[in-house]
């Protein structure tokens, strides 16, 4: 069954002709003209400087609060040969981030350490202990904190109290407090007057290294694109321009662990663009964070061994893919205790915690509600939720910390740890959470569309245009658009356990490949039933040949969706209230929005009241089983020949004992039982036999007629033309034969 995942809502903003005018001398063309214009460039300066950003339009970094101080005591502690610690995340904007601040010291000089906290033993930011190895065993007196800090009260605190400054540099949501340190690096410090708020932990740090360095680093943009689209940051403003040239940074790349990496992943670096960086450079540098100490990851961005870095390039490949088998288990595992629950809480013991925020994300793309996954150890759960817009995480269990041993988080996602005892108390209370605040759990997450469109309107020229408007991301989200009222030509299923689907549209005279990953088991649904489909547009090189092909990330049935239940290794669940119809029963006066047409009409008067149930019903859906119970449209209405053989046959034996010699009739013959029988009936309706105590006479003085005169001959011809229709055409023409007048 073809059910959409989102809510689409279709953006009819239309530019005005003078918008228009100045796209196309940008060499735009109406469409990528449109898409700007709905996302607020409209006006001359703001479009040529969106089409060609230059390096000269990133804002000052010294409109950070407390950035000439930053520098300063940077400065400072490399003319003392103090020796600096930065200390990162474990995540790809932590490797990063590290990896720019330490480009920078050792280009100044400095004698820095870099060390990225492992998930499972130091936990997220300043760890206390950590914070004490370094100052009592390798003599820091300056800690630069990258894509982490503003948290780190503790921690800093013993630093500042024990002669080793903290300077902050961090872009996460600020507390309430800010900790005591030397100085905070924040875009939203609230004495700053920085103009752009949402750098990733990887800008915050290159902002400073800009600052440092007293020029723009542009080798170092490489690193600011990577660690940007890997933490999902706004790609609008600043963020556009440094993820724009840091692409092409990437492309050039000197980084010979970056290079390893790539070829690793058999990727074409002229080729790379922001999804390349956010499917595979970015998720193989989380994955050894993940799974493993991270710290490895700083000598594959900043070390020039090439046989060093592609080793550690190999170790994170071999991590990445060990990620995704455990992913994969996980995720089976876990969609085994999926209920009607409006929150579900998932929990297996030996669950790996790294990875439990990914699987919980995908079971949200899945099933539409807020997912809690966690792993249980020895009566404690400890995990990662993720949401849907309509359920604020955050919010509703914020106020309920007494059931948490820690907690903490923002509305889509959270993390937590509880004991197993509390988990009914925990439902209980995001129960009363949802039916206090009357909250709609089946709100979908809104789809923007940004225009519907046409198959011949889609060329290889049309992608090139739209590609001006890349680095697409938070934002500023690649296109999507409508595609309706096509034709099926192939649908089949594809790619490893045929567990995707690719298509073959047809609209007017212009044919395109469509591929939906993850919906190869519904092949059968879209080859019935075209919905409307949500895509985006890409490019597939295959044998040196170059078309355009459509992406589907959505698809919705306007209408009825139609459910083809006539295979019977189909396994679907049909709701309990379904209206059914039957050749004895069918209720014109069901409230259902289901329909299960249990058996195929045996004459028109049933064909008709099938016809009145689903052209006066708007059905949401309407299931065909089209059960027979004799299958006369495999044996035919019975040809002249049989006839006048079946005749010839009993015309020599005056008295035939049908009642016992059927079976022997229908062998001798060559006609099936059920037909034989219906053709006895129509010879004795004819008046050509006689039936008494199973005994079959021939009358031989009967006055000749034709076999089409007799109103059994005509009612199995249309029984045969009915059942023939509804066991062997698709369903969607059975559906549009139901509803003519």
Known sequence: MITPTYDWQVNLDEPTTEFIKLAKKQKLDALSAKLLWQRGIREADALVNYLTPTLDMLHDPFLFHGMQKAVKRIQDAVEKQETILIYGDYDADGMTSASIMKSALDEIGAESLVYLPNRFTDGYGPNLDVYKYFIDNEGVSLIITVDNGVSGHAAIAHAQENGCDVIVTDHHSLPQTLPDAYVIIHPEHPDGAYPFKALAGCGVAFKVVCALLEYIPSEMLDLVAIGTIADMMSLTDENRTLVKFGIEMLKHTERVGLEALI?????????????????????????????????????????????????????????????????????????????????????????????????????????????????????????????????????????????????????????????????????????????????????????LIDDVINLDDVSLDTIKSLAKLAPFGQDNAKPVFEVKDYQVLQSRSMGQDNSHLKLKLQQDKTSLEAIYFGHGRDALDFEQVAPDLAVTLSVNMWNGNTSVQLMIVDAKVCGSQLIDLRNKQKQTTIPSDACIFTNQVSSEETTSDSLVVEETPTDIAALERLKVLVTTHDFNAIYFKNQIQADYYLTGGGTREQFAKFYRTIYQYPEFEVRYKLGSLSEFLHIPEILLVKMIQIFQELGFITLADGVMSVDKTAVKRDIAESKIYQELQELVTLQSFFALSPVGDIYKKLKEN
């Open 263 to 447: 070829n690793i992943a058999d990727l074409d670096k002229q080729t790379i663009t922001e999804e390349t960086i956010g499917f595979q450079i970015a998720p193989r540098l989380n994955a050894l964070g993940r799974l493993d100490d991270p710290n490895p990851a700083i000598e594959l961005l900043t070390g020039w061994d090439e046989d060093e870095t592609r080793q550690i390039a190999e170790m994170i490949d071999a991590k990445n893919q060990e990620r995704k088998a455990l992913v994969a288990e996980m995720l089976l595992a876990s969609e085994k205790q999926l209920d009607d629950s409006p929150v579900q809480f998932i929990y297996q013991t030996g669950w790996h915690p790294g990875i439990l925020g990914i699987v919980a994300g995908q079971l949200v793309q899945k099933t539409g509600k807020p997912i809690v996954m966690l792993s249980e150890e020895d009566g404690v759960l400890k995990g990662s939720a993720r949401s849907i817009p309509a359920f604020n995480m955050f919010e509703a269990l914020s106020p309920h910390r007494d059931l948490f041993i820690s907690f903490g988080g923002h509305a889509q996602a959270a993390g937590m740890t509880f004991k197993l005892a509390q988990l009914p108390e925990i439902k209980s209370v995001i129960t009363e959470y949802i039916r206090d605040n009357q909250i709609d759990m089946s709100q979908k997450t809104p789809l």
